[in-house]
């Protein structure tokens, strides 16, 4: 008789999204005349740009022709797109990656979930709290992580790093030294980032203790600040010490598209195994490539077109944050993030929970956020706006929140 | 001091296609006034069909548009496709199969590879051998296996059936139990099926021992002969004991446009659990659905002109198998497949090994095929070639094989 790996089944059952969903849909039919707007979920609006558009329509005439047919994509990507983010994500920034140490995937999700398989069973691993579910859920699943308690909402073998007001969501270093660190920077959900200093201090502690930086820079497009960094390699020493994980959802508008890459620098080494090899035959095993057109597709982010047509639509994204900082702060509220990152992260009215406040904000607003408490137990408290609804629905969905009774203090 | 997952450095370091590509690389510097002939890896060669571009294109149309953009897609897949597959493929059939029980993916290869994280760490699993290598591979990263026998060529925890021509390629019920079993109908390496009633045998044994049949039927649409089942869930019993494996490779070219389902029936339950919540809580987690365009690509695999347009890229590979099996039939070679199956599987002149044999087809004919040990040990002895060349190669591979020394006995 066959067994289920049943750390599956250690996983809360109600995923946050889900119970979101659930609230909006039984709120729409007790509320048919209202509009609702949601500034929820991290999906992007945007249509996709002409330059990408082009391309994509240039790549599938490719394989309708027998010259020009493409099968089995090369298993790490093809060439062409691994040199071109070689060129244009790391040369120009300093840092020493070589197209060889790109790995092409379908999105940063699959591989910052996927690669917790290269390490020991054993491994401890250290978050950030609040936090992106997947890095603790893809943990959960290989059992990594200890009994879960509902009373803390924290599981028993995980080393949670607070990242509130009153640390300035700076994590600090742990005093159990971690195996794995998964760092979010930009951070979802809080919208927070770490300058050059703040990040050498976890290369320097990582290098020390032999741990291994996951870090995920899906947002890096959203950078507006100089003393940010954009890839953990622009710190020295990141190279022995750090894996990077990035995506074109964000920065193109790809979620629906599919394409990110990870970065493992040949030199990071552990137990005298290049973590490079393991990762290129998890990749040769349990995958077949992207698509050659979305890979294609993916040259276009980097034409001057292209650049230019996305730089337009971060911009768009950006100007919509900006909205919805400047309007809460101006209606008196705590609010953070949204200058280096598309996430607004906003202190609820005391006395509230993350929960109380989006069942308030639904019904006086008719606007759908995301409760910190989803994030993990830090989150409690605060709660998650996105800029990447239409610039129209998050103007009026911030004058309708300056009119909210339970937001006015 | 974060360690590494172990189990990765028990495989086997040479791969299989690697140690082919070197050989071949060789052969072509030395010679390189020859023209080589690839009848090796199983990749197509016909571009995709005029239908599936076009609907390729309007898709691609539509992401660059703001009202039809698409953005993450659903976990599972897009309905549209979801229920295109259950009543194409598996209403007509006689399967009690629906839509739900149906999740798209980005391939059979990332599925067949991913599939075992949803079982026990110390399921037993049982091959057939030879066989397509993920199967084994993916269970010796999860440390399921036990260990390698360089002489022998088998794990020591790994229930091997042989399916050989002295046994006509079935194979039989294992002396132990196993847990998980893998099975590939119509066979790669081998091109061999199973007939309805052959079948039936193991969905009993399954349903008797609380064994889970992993199905993978990728090469379905090669199937000509009446008793061979298109899907495991033709048989009686399949529904409480089997997860099925399909792909767009092979029946629509889609290697390089990737694209692929699994099915897991909700009453397939072990432990009290249903596999298809697992698998959806892994999907969920660890994957971020299947492109927007490449799903609606799918969709035009069943229209009717895609249908007759297939069709014909299936009879032009099928001719090619075909030229191949009548070709080494007639210079007095044992082969089989080749009916039900693009692949033809030939048993190598006597006192030669598999990969012996392939060095001599480089060397007297300038053709490359693929040992059959390199999928098993009882692939000793036997040699793999593939319809998915053109026919106008196919056919000069199989002249100059029929005037090889070594052949002609």
Same mark, same amino acid.
């Given at each position: 008789?066959?067994? =289920?790996? $049943?750390?599956?089944?250690?996983?809360?059952?109600?995923?946050?999204?889900?119970?979101?969903?659930?609230?909006?849909?039984?709120?729409?039919?007790?509320?048919?005349?209202?509009?609702?707007?949601?500034?929820?979920?991290?999906?992007?609006?945007?249509?996709?740009?002409?330059? =990408?558009?082009?391309?994509?329509?240039?790549?599938?005439?490719?394989?309708?022709?027998?010259?020009?047919?493409?099968?089995?994509?090369?298993?790490?990507?093809?060439?062409?797109? &691994?040199?071109?983010?070689?060129?244009?994500?790391?040369?120009?920034?300093?840092?020493?990656?070589?197209?060889?140490? =790109?790995?092409?995937?379908?999105?940063?999700?699959?591989?910052?979930?996927?690669?917790? $398989?290269?390490?020991?069973?054993?491994?401890?691993?250290?978050?950030?709290?609040?936090?992106?579910?997947?890095?603790?859920?893809?943990?959960?699943?290989?059992? &990594?992580?200890?009994?879960?308690?509902?009373?803390?909402?924290?599981?028993?073998?995980?080393?949670?790093?607070?990242?509130?007001?009153?640390?300035?969501?700076?994590?600090?270093?742990?005093?159990?030294?971690?195996?794995? =660190?998964?760092?979010?920077?930009?951070?979802?959900?809080?919208?927070?980032?770490?300058?050059?200093?703040?990040?050498?201090?976890?290369?320097?502690?990582?290098?020390?203790?032999?741990?291994?930086?996951?870090?995920?820079?899906?947002?890096?497009?959203?950078?507006?600040?100089?003393?940010?960094? /954009?890839?953990?390699?622009?710190?020295?020493?990141?190279?022995?010490?750090?894996?990077?994980?990035?995506?074109?959802?964000?920065?193109?508008?790809?979620?629906?598209?599919?394409?990110?890459?990870?970065?493992?620098?040949?030199?990071?080494?552990?137990?005298?195994?290049?973590?490079?090899?393991?990762?290129? &035959?998890? /990749?040769?095993?349990?995958?077949?490539?992207?698509?050659?057109?979305?890979?294609?597709?993916?040259?276009?982010?980097?034409?001057?077109?292209?650049?230019?047509?996305?730089?337009?639509?971060?911009?768009?994204?950006?100007?919509?944050?900006?909205?919805?900082?400047?309007?809460?702060?101006?209606?008196?509220?705590?609010?953070?993030?949204?200058?280096?990152?598309?996430?607004?992260?906003?202190?609820?009215?005391?006395?509230?929970?993350?929960?109380?406040?989006?069942?308030?904000?639904?019904?006086?607003?008719?606007?759908?956020?995301?409760?910190?408490?989803?994030?993990?137990?830090?989150? $409690?408290?605060?709660?998650?706006?996105?800029?990447?609804?239409?610039?129209?629905?998050?103007?009026?969905?911030? $004058? &309708?929140?300056?009119?909210?009774?339970?937001?006015?203090?």
């Amino acid at each position: 008789m066959v067994k =289920i790996n $049943e750390n599956y089944l250690k996983l809360p059952g109600s995923y946050l999204f889900s119970t979101i969903a659930k609230k909006v849909s039984a709120y729409i039919e007790a509320n048919p005349d209202k509009k609702v707007i949601r500034l929820g979920i991290g999906d992007v609006t945007q249509p996709i740009a002409p330059a =990408i558009i082009e391309e994509l329509h240039g790549a599938v005439d490719e394989m309708g022709e027998a010259g020009t047919f493409h099968g089995y994509a090369p298993d790490l990507g093809y060439g062409f797109l &691994r040199e071109l983010i070689a060129s244009e994500d790391y040369i120009p920034r300093g840092c020493e990656i070589t197209a060889d140490e =790109i790995f092409v995937s379908d999105g940063a999700k699959s591989d910052c979930g996927n690669i917790q $398989e290269i390490f020991d069973q054993n491994c401890k691993i250290a978050v950030c709290d609040p936090v992106y579910p997947v890095y603790v859920d893809s943990n959960v699943m290989a059992g &990594r992580t200890g009994e879960y308690d509902e009373t803390t909402g924290k599981w028993s073998n995980v080393i949670y790093m607070p990242c509130t007001a009153e640390n300035h969501f700076i994590p600090e270093l742990p005093e159990e030294t971690p195996d794995l =660190i998964y760092l979010c920077v930009p951070n979802n959900p809080t919208g927070t980032t770490l300058t050059r200093d703040q990040l050498k201090v976890w290369v320097d502690y990582a290098n020390e203790t032999g741990a291994v930086i996951l870090y995920d820079a899906a947002y890096e497009s959203y950078i507006a600040q100089d003393d940010v960094p /954009h890839s953990i390699y622009e710190i020295e020493g990141a190279n022995t010490c750090a894996i990077e994980f990035r995506s074109f959802s964000k920065n193109a508008g790809f979620t629906g598209v599919r394409l990110g890459f990870t970065v493992i620098p040949k030199s990071l080494v552990r137990g005298g195994v290049m973590l490079h090899s393991l990762w290129a &035959r998890r /990749h040769g095993t349990k995958f077949n490539g992207a698509p050659y057109i979305i890979q294609k597709a993916g040259t276009a982010v980097y034409s001057k077109e292209g650049k230019a047509q996305l730089k337009e639509q971060v911009a768009y994204y950006m100007r919509n944050a900006k909205v919805i900082y400047d309007g809460l702060k101006e209606a008196g509220c705590e609010v953070y993030g949204g200058v280096n990152a598309p996430y607004i992260w906003l202190r609820v009215p005391e006395g509230m929970t993350s929960w109380d406040f989006f069942d308030r904000l639904l019904e006086e607003a008719s606007v759908v956020g995301t409760p910190g408490s989803g994030f993990g137990p830090s989150g $409690e408290g605060y709660f998650r706006l996105t800029a990447f609804g239409t610039y129209e629905n998050t103007v009026e969905a911030i $004058e &309708r929140m300056k009119k909210m009774p339970s937001l006015i203090k």
